[in-house]
């Protein structure tokens, strides 16, 4: 009761920037992939552009999908969340507006420097010193807010939700300062193999340990109360997170199988990379025993609607994961459209589901109105899922083909005419996702600013 | 010379760990459970549940079955690999 009193004097100013962060750079993010996939059907279309030629606008895509999109969407849940299991209020909101505006300042700097080539030429990790540095000031501010708001908290308990969004910040403020190289500003890069050891482990824990613990934060709490019932075990919820801290750290250097990288290294690799079943099922098992007879009212809710899907998008991209880091699988599916194909099923049909259904969870509880418009958030729905799996249908077709006649010894630009289609119809979804954040933009700006009307207590 | 950062950092974790855990331990995160699993629910839900309809159950059902196709593309891709990636 405490807490609903309470809710009623809260700003939210904090949860608001980031859900409109998110809402603004995911049609940013989502136009640059369609640029993107616009160049590699039609290569000559930004000819004698260079600040628009592809290499410029992939990472461009990439880092705006992580932290433009992604990232800010779920801190924007987990800034609304994170005082109510708590049951105290946030501890700075002027830090938390101070920190979106560094944030968003933040983003703007990606966009400019990597279209005017200032990059570190690594990927995921193109970003140049100043704003390595930037980022991780605002992973480091974001930390503070929430861990004084922890220790200000009325409720003795920490709910699994607040372990993974505290562990997921501050994990990757020193994972990145660590695969970014931050002590050598002017290269951002060691020298050789272990430099490409060290870029992996980075590469794939910024999405192991940011975007799945926060997206896991979320779910725990998102799908409990969709479903007006208590989570299935705690216990296990807490076993999955202390099993995906362990076993997610090591799994950066499956994507070096076929690279000189000490061979014991790769065996940990393989092995933990097998072993993800265990966080991964543990996290699956309790939603999903949680939601056991309430998919009616999962779905009637948009938001649990958009976090359930995720999880089955989580489900089906972990599995792959794992299966892909066996080296004879490797070999027909890595360096090619496949492992895109599984990179977009995990940012866009995992991670971003959630992030969706966070922000359209949490929407109606900061403004204190309904939603501006149920249909146009399922219109979004439909047009983000329909994307995603075709995503995953057309790349993965584009990727067993390619993999399978470089297996054969074909050359690369031969296969070429062969996937030409494959990225005609990709290009297409991918208007389709662009669509859809449009659509996302003008519900999240109509419901803060135009809507009206009062929620319903 | 790489191994002086990954050994600080390596070290750095596993104290950070090992405090946290050691914290966790002593101010009871892990007794309680059964307390901890309705700490969602605490709160009031102001706003009313929605209505839900036959229509929304089915569609869950859809995309177990779009998941379900899904592994099983998957699944045919590792034997054909297994099979025939030599």
């Not at chain 1, 004879?328 to 995992?350: E, P």
């Amino acid at each position: 009761m405490t807490a609903a009193i309470d809710d009623k004097i809260q700003s939210h100013a904090t949860a608001k920037g980031f859900t409109l962060t998110s809402a603004c750079w995911m049609v940013v993010g989502t136009f640059m992939g369609l640029l993107g996939a616009t160049e590699l059907m039609a290569p000559d279309l930004t000819e004698n552009i260079g600040w628009l030629v592809f290499g410029r606008i992939r990472p461009v895509h990439i880092n705006i999908v992580l932290f433009g999109f992604v990232t800010p969407g779920l801190l924007g849940a987990a800034f609304y969340y994170v005082p109510r299991l708590l049951r105290t209020e946030i501890y700075s909101e002027k830090l938390g507006v101070v920190t979106v505006i560094a944030w968003n300042v933040a983003l703007v700097a990606v966009v400019i420097s990597l279209c005017m080539g200032y990059t570190q030429g690594r990927e995921y990790a193109e970003l140049i010193w100043p704003i390595d540095i930037m980022v991780v000031i605002a992973f480091a501010l974001v930390f503070i807010n929430l861990v004084m708001t922890v220790k200000n908290r009325q409720e003795p308990v920490l709910y699994v939700s607040v372990w993974y969004v505290l562990a997921g910040v501050i994990l990757t403020a020193t994972t990145y300062s660590l695969g970014n190289v931050i002590w050598r500003p002017n290269s951002g890069a060691l020298v050789g193999i272990p430099d490409a050891i060290l870029l992996w482990f980075y590469g794939h824990n910024v999405f192991g340990l940011l975007l799945t613990p926060l997206a896991a934060g979320v779910t725990y709490y998102v799908i409990p109360r969709v479903c007006r019932a208590p989570l299935y075990s705690h216990t296990l919820s807490l076993v999955g997170f202390w099993a995906l801290l362990v076993v997610y750290t090591h799994i950066g250097t499956h994507h070096l199988l076929q690279v000189p990288v000490p061979t014991w290294l790769k065996v940990i690799a393989i092995v933990d990379s097998i072993a993800m079943v265990i966080p991964v099922m543990a996290f699956l098992i309790n939603i999903w025993f949680t939601a056991r007879g309430k998919l009616g009212e999962i779905h009637a809710d948009i938001g649990g609607k958009f976090v359930f899907t995720g999880t089955i998008m989580y489900f089906f991209v972990s599995i792959q994961g794992s299966m892909m880091a066996l080296p004879d699988v490797q070999r027909v599916t890595h360096f090619n459209n496949w492992v895109v194909g599984h990179a977009h099923i995990g940012v866009l049909g995992f991670a971003g589901m959630i992030t969706l259904g966070g922000i359209y969870y949490v929407l109606p509880y900061i403004t204190r109105k309904p939603l501006y418009s149920r249909f146009l958030a399922d219109l979004q729905y439909w047009l983000v899922l329909i994307g995603m799996v075709g995503f995953t249908v057309v790349l993965t077709i584009a990727g067993l083909i390619q993999g399978n006649a470089w297996l054969n010894g074909e050359v690369v630009y031969r296969i070429l005419p062969e996937i030409h289609p494959y990225y005609v119809t990709r290009a297409a979804l991918g208007l389709m996702v662009f669509v859809s954040a449009l659509i996302g933009l003008f519900n999240i700006l109509a419901t803060l600013f135009f809507n009206t009307r009062e929620a319903a207590s | 010379m790489y191994f002086p950062y990954f050994i600080s950092y390596i070290t750095v974790g596993f104290a950070i760990s090992l405090v946290v855990l050691i914290w966790a331990i002593k101010t009871g995160q892990f007794k309680n459970q059964q307390r901890a699993r309705f700490l969602p629910l605490t709160e009031e839900l102001n706003v009313s549940a929605p209505k839900t309809s036959r229509f929304n159950r089915l569609e869950t059902y859809a995309l177990f079955l779009l998941a379900i196709a899904g592994l099983g593309a998957s699944a045919a891709v590792l034997i054909a690999a297994l099979l025939h990636g030599k």
